[in-house]
């Protein structure tokens, strides 16, 4: 089956197995997935992250983190850029995620990052999605 977003694939995944209180999501991988997983266990919303071999193909599966009382880490994600709609921001424009509590991962020349670390950086880029 062809999926025309992977990254909104990804979100929607994650997004499902927290909501059902699933200990792990597992998807196909790609280096942009493995880069968004990487930020995500960095910054505390995942527990971490492996890869599967499955026949040919290779499978990314992510631990979901939860809290004492069963909550998940990830209340709530956004996929912002999309193949129909890009949007790109400026290192001086880089949106705030629910002033500060949350994060938006952007892909720069420099590589994926969060915005707060492209604003420290200096780079602009492709705003990817919103992780709070």
């Known amino acids: 089956m062809s999926v025309t977003d992977p990254i909104a694939d990804m ?9 059902a209180r699933h200990q792990s999501a597992v998807m196909p991988t ?16 995942i527990k971490g992250f492996d890869l599967l071999q499955n026949g040919n193909r290779k499978m990314l599966r992510i ?7 069963k909550r998940p880490a990830l209340t709530g ?4 850029s999309r193949p129909g709609l890009r949007v790109y921001s400026h290192s001086t424009t880089m949106p705030r995620v629910l002033s500060g ?7 720069t020349p420099h590589g994926v990052m969060t915005s707060h670390e ?5 780079a602009g880029g ?6 709070w």
């Open 77 to 80: 994600l956004k996929r912002v």
């Open 101 to 107: 509590l949350g994060i938006a991962i952007v892909s």
């Open 11 to 19: 979100l929607t995944r994650l997004r499902n197995a927290s909501m």
């Open 118 to 122: 492209a604003r420290r950086r200096r």
């Open 30 to 45: 790609s280096k942009l997935k493995l880069e968004i997983a990487r930020i995500l266990k960095e910054e505390g919303f």
């Open 63 to 69: 631990w979901l983190r939860y809290s004492a009382d």
């Open 126 to 131: 492709e705003v990817l999605c919103y992780i």
